[in-house]
């Protein structure tokens, strides 16, 4: 009996003990803050972490603790373009584009690739040319994106309508001939104005008359390779008046004459035509007929002095007077290109490889891995057209007397 008792007591005595001690752990000196829903998450105030945890000597992260709190700001402050990158001496020179208000999102696309892979290093000027009109919004995303000088021209009548000496009817029946047989542009009135200006008149504009240096841009280009120098003073430093980046085979259907009226301007101005000129670039025959081939005028950096020099303004006006922008389809590409080719001594004109470039539906992506890899480049060399069937790239080469870079194998 007296040993039962005793079991019972150690049982009480055992039962108090445990409820001492679950009350102690449960009401310790650790504070608790309540989570909504009543749950306990330790001693740390919502918003803010343990200070015991951050390093010494700095402060500890803060997270935002509700509504009434600001968001961060990021550090992305309209503070304006950043100043130009690159050392050393401005060219007079500026880029130029045919554009009009329609093309805003277009060409905005062009000036970023230019301006990232080229421009914001050396912030050259800009000159819009439109045959209307730029209207406000047009020159406030422009200016905006540009990190030169921006300048808009509106282009005089005289230079987008019919000549005087122009037949409407016959060129009116041409249009209607070139449509049924689905010549691309060739019903356009507009286009073929805009051909003509690019080919005898842009350059002419008030607004180009204080540069020596052009780089024409037009809507919707890529550019895939950075440009880590200046360009203007590298073709003047290497005595160079006209280059490209792409060159094809024109569409026959569109200049049927134009040779023609080659071969009139070549007999009347003998003393226009360069001694080591690349005559060979355009002709199998020494001149006798036209291979079609030209470089593709879209993308072009040249000497503006040229343009307005005897030759190409006698040449200019010799082809005008013939019609055959408006009796035909001429386009600006084979203009240029034939007067480059004619006037110019072969050193004279370049092909910028490491310029990578597109313009529907063409690609030029520079031929070498290294080359790509150097300029960071981010075309596809299989797009490359250089070495293609239509492109007369090679034909330059032969020419001149130049080696095929590294790999163009490859790319045909």
């Known amino acids: ?210 540069y020596e240096w052009y780089w024409r841009v037009e809507p919707s280009i890529e550019l895939y390779c950075d440009i880590n120098y200046d360009t203007f003073k590298f073709m003047k430093d290497n005595g160079k008046k006209y280059s490209f980046v792409l060159s094809l085979y024109e569409y026959v259907e569109t200049i049927p004459t134009l040779w023609d009226s080659v071969k009139n301007f070549t007999k009347k101005y003998p003393e226009h035509i360069a001694q080591g000129n690349s005559m060979g670039f355009l002709s199998d025959d020494d001149g006798k007929t036209y291979n079609h081939c030209h470089f593709w005028s879209n993308f072009e950096i040249g000497n503006l002095n040229w343009l307005r020099s005897k030759a190409y303004l006698d040449y200019f006006e010799s082809l005008d007077h013939d019609g055959g922008f408006f009796y035909e389809r001429w386009g600006d590409a084979p203009v240029h290109s034939i007067a480059a080719a004619l006037t110019l001594k072969k050193e004279e004109i370049h092909f910028f490889n490491d310029i990578a470039y597109y313009h529907v539906p063409f690609t030029h992506c520079p031929t070498g891995e290294q080359t790509r890899l150097d300029l960071k480049c981010h075309c596809n060399p299989k797009d490359n057209f250089d070495w293609k069937g239509y492109s007369c790239t090679t034909r330059y080469f032969d020419i001149n007397g130049i080696t095929k870079p590294e790999g163009y194998e490859k790319e045909q």
């Open 1 to 210: 009996m007296a040993s039962g008792s005793t079991r019972y007591i150690r049982y009480i005595l055992f039962a108090c003990f445990s409820l001492a001690a679950l009350y102690f752990l449960t009401s310790s000196s650790i504070p608790t803050s309540q989570l909504p829903g009543g749950g306990n998450w330790g001693s740390t105030p919502i918003g803010k972490l343990p200070t015991s945890d951050s390093p010494p000597g700095i402060p500890p992260p803060t997270v935002s603790s509700g509504t009434d709190s600001q968001p961060s700001k990021t550090p992305n402050n309209a503070g304006g373009l950043p100043p130009p990158t690159a050392s050393g001496e401005r060219m007079n020179a500026t880029f130029v584009t045919l554009a009009r208000n329609s093309d805003i999102w277009e060409i905005a696309k062009s000036i970023r690739q230019v301006e990232d892979r080229f421009n914001r290093k050396y912030n050259y000027d800009w000159v819009f040319l439109n045959d209307k009109p730029f209207d406000d919004d047009f020159k406030k995303l422009t200016r905006a994106l540009v990190s030169g000088t921006t300048y808009y021209g509106e282009i005089p009548k005289e230079h987008w309508s019919f000549p005087d000496f122009i037949d409407q009817e016959k060129a009116k029946a041409v249009r209607e001939d070139m449509a049924e047989r689905k010549i691309i542009y060739g019903d356009s009135i507009s286009y073929r104005h805009m051909c003509r200006y690019e080919s005898g008149f842009f350059f002419r504009h008030p607004l180009m008359n204080q």
